[in-house]
């Protein structure tokens, strides 16, 4: 049974920092690409930024220079280091794996709220 669960969400304050943590089990987690994709009350899910199963990375241009993803195959574990937080960037966050050009397993997701 595939599981990814978040963590790390919470209520900061404009210009300050999170860090969101994803720990996948019951896949091998090192020959996945994943990302972290978010939602906002009213619009569609979109992605915030991925890392390939080779590292590489890609950032939406609303965080890039503000974010950064990471992972530790050894932990299992995906990261999303958050700075310079606006308010815009208040949503859901999901981690998922990335399969081609679509997601194959979700997390149930974590709020992040950034206060003005």
């Known amino acids: 049974q595939v599981q990814l669960v978040e963590s790390g969400g919470g209520l900061v304050q404009a210009g300050g920092s999170l860090s969101l943590s994803c720990v996948a089990s019951?896949?091998?987690?090192?020959?996945?690409?994943v990302g972290w994709y978010r939602q906002a009350p009213g619009k569609q899910r979109e992605l915030v930024a991925r890392?390939?199963?080779?590292?590489?990375?890609y950032y939406a241009d609303s965080v890039k220079g503000r974010f950064t993803i990471s992972r530790n195959n050894a932990k299992n574990t995906l990261y999303l280091e958050m700075n310079s937080l606006k308010p815009e960037d208040t949503a859901v966050y999901y981690c998922?794996?990335?399969?081609?050009?679509?997601?194959?397993?979700w997390g149930q997701g974590t709020q992040v709220t950034v206060s003005s």
């Open positions: 998922s794996t990335i399969l081609g050009a679509s997601n194959d397993y």
């Open positions: 019951g896949i091998i987690f090192r020959f996945h690409d």
């Open positions: 890392i390939t199963h080779n590292y590489d990375t």
